[in-house]
């Protein structure tokens, strides 16, 4: 049995995601991965991970997914795994979604479990995380799985450098014919938003971008993590690396706390697993409340600046 | 601009969902309504017809039903609808839902393919790309901010650091946040024009889908058992008498963190 894990690079390193799908894929049998990305120092790291083979293809100028779903789909004919992993970040939906319809192969998302038996199967929750589900792959192999990230936990298997075999992307013509003109980085300050032990999320409530200051102030006083829903993400109020939920990040820390937010099935996906979760809206109805151990029905301008104080005078 | 939207009519998300016993598929109303995040494909739509005197029409999978979540993105300004509503396609999953969408979009040659990012009730979240691949264009993804360049479109597209400006050639496949634009509301005018506007119906046969490539068929895939999930304890709940906050100092210290 044979598993592939799709890793791409970020800040010159393998995305944790890709790591926590190294180690589901391990337990399964012989483990790759294709990584995108420029870095050899990432090489020692799959390898420690447990990938005995490394397919890398570097990105280029163009939007990488058509041309590295051409690659990936040359490399399944010739070595059919059964099994292919991707995470939920853009350019894993991109890929996947792609391969799929290159190859005529379902694709199965929000995934938190695989087994491989006669056939793969796959566990997942559906709407917003209240239903779980299995799903047996009827379609010939290789079975294409977009997981959730936090589903595994990332371990290092002490493995040793794995084989490196370079990739290139074919000519795909139209496909690829977008190309990445600019690229933009914004500056992130403070502890890391996936592995922060408290987030502070804010929400529509708090009613516009200058008063996100406050999710700052009481993130530092409680050594924590900012992070945001998708409104105030598409709003423009902070950058894409602070959403939490569905398509952006999924948080498990000790102490969440919900700031004017009303609790869309696409964010609760991504933080109900907190260990406590303290919520703060005006709407006694959000369902916010339903997963919260503490939920405080109030004005957000009025419970955060007092919460700030009390911990400033502490 | 010849432009097609993909849009999905949804049961309420204010309601909540069921599955059907046998076959595990979301119970869907005779009333369902549009999906919140195509408002912004249409609205992005309309914006780039207007700039280019070009032409809107959505494109939509589905039970028809009573139309209303269709006859809202009309009301919109949209000029038509096509809908593909066939029995054959119930249980369709994502892979075949692209390949319907991009069969009616190629037999009207549309210059851009718009849709959301991903649907409010199933959240696959890979339409869109697997469109473009079957049709074999781009796929411009997680956009926000798009323009009409000399050639093709410009885009900022999401990115886990910051965003990338993309350009492209057309035709492609535009997947859109809801932070793209802010969608118009219907006018009393749009609302009673809706109700005009052409609405055709095809078959999966009409695309030339045999009904065993379509629909559950066709989907390569069994859901074997459903259950519940916990839902966690009900925790507490009060009213901020403005002193709310030392309630979350207590709990605070009780767990630790301070």
């Known amino acids: 049995m044979a598993t592939w894990v799709f890793v791409e690079e970020i800040d010159g390193s393998p995305t944790p995601g890709g790591l926590e799908m190294l180690a589901k894929a391990r337990s399964l049998g012989d483990t790759a991965a294709f990584y995108l990305g420029t870095g050899d120092d990432a090489f020692g790291v799959l390898g420690d991970h447990g990938a005995t083979t490394v397919y890398h293809l570097e990105p280029g100028d163009s939007l990488p997914a058509a041309g590295a779903a051409a690659a990936l789909a040359e490399l399944v004919a010739a070595d059919a795994p059964d099994v292919i992993l991707f995470g939920a970040g853009n350019t894993d939906r ?72 370079s990739v290139s992307a074919p000519d795909t013509g139209a496909a690829g014919a977008a190309t990445i003109a600019e690229r933009h980085v914004q500056a992130s300050e403070g502890p890391d938003l996936e592995a922060a032990a408290v987030v502070v999320s804010g929400g529509r409530g708090l009613g516009g971008a200058d008063q996100f200051s406050m999710m700052d102030d009481l993130a530092g006083l409680l050594g924590g993590a900012v992070g945001g829903t998708r409104a105030v993400v598409d709003a423009g109020w902070v950058p894409y690396r602070y959403q939490v939920g569905q398509t952006g990040k999924t948080v498990k820390p000790d102490v969440y706390i919900a700031c004017g937010i009303s609790g869309a099935m696409q964010h609760l996906v991504g933080m109900k697993d907190s260990s406590t979760i303290i919520a703060i809206n005006k709407d006694p109805e959000a369902p916010i409340f339903g997963v919260s151990d503490l939920g405080i029905v109030g004005d957000v301008h009025q419970v955060v600046p007092k919460l700030i104080e009390a911990l400033r005078a502490r | ?163 990338d400006v993309v350009e492209s050639p057309l035709p492609a496949v535009l997947a859109v946040t809801s932070g793209a634009v802010e969608p118009r509301y219907p006018t009393f005018k749009g609302i009673m024009q809706a109700k005009q506007k052409p609405v ?35 925790g507490e709940v009060i009213e901020d008498d403005g002193e709310g906050h030392v309630r979350i100092v207590e709990l605070l210290e009780q767990v630790k963190v301070i």
């Open chain 2, 200 to 234: 055709d119906t095809v078959t999966a046969t009409d695309l030339d889908f045999g009904a065993d490539q379509v629909g559950a068929e066709g989907a390569g895939q069994a859901i074997t058992a459903v259950t519940p999930v916990a839902a966690r304890p009900a």
């Open chain 1, 94 to 165: 991109d890929l996947a979604g792609r391969l799929s319809a290159r190859l005529d192969r379902p694709v199965l998302a929000n995934v938190l479990d695989v087994a491989i038996g006669t056939t793969v199967t796959v566990q997942s929750e559906i709407l917003g995380g209240t239903t779980a589900v299995t799903t047996e792959i009827t379609a010939a192999a290789p079975a294409i799985v977009i997981t959730r990230p936090k589903a595994f936990v990332a371990e290092s298997a002490g493995g040793a450098l794995p084989t490196v075999v």
């Open chain 2, 1 to 163: 601009m010849n432009i097609a939207v993909c849009v999905k009519q949804i049961p309420d998300p204010a309601t909540p969902y069921e599955l059907d016993d046998e076959h595990h598929w979301i119970v869907r109303p005779e009333d369902q309504v549009l999906d919140d995040t195509d408002r912004y494909g249409v609205e992005v739509a309309l914006q780039l017809a207007e700039a280019t005197e070009g032409s809107v029409t959505l494109y939509s999978m589905s039970p028809s039903g009573s139309l209303q979540g269709i006859r809202q993105a009309l009301a919109m300004g949209a000029d038509r609808a096509v809908i593909i509503d066939d029995d054959a396609l119930r249980g369709s999953d994502a892979l075949t839902t692209a390949k319907v969408l991009a069969a009616a979009t190629k037999r009207d040659d549309a210059d851009l393919i718009i849709a959301g990012t991903e649907s409010t009730d199933g959240y696959t979240g890979v339409v869109p790309q697997q469109i473009a691949e079957l049709l074999g264009v781009p796929a411009l993804t997680f956009a926000r901010r798009i323009e009409v360049i000399d050639g093709g479109i410009r885009i900022e597209r999401q990115t886990q650091s910051g965003y």
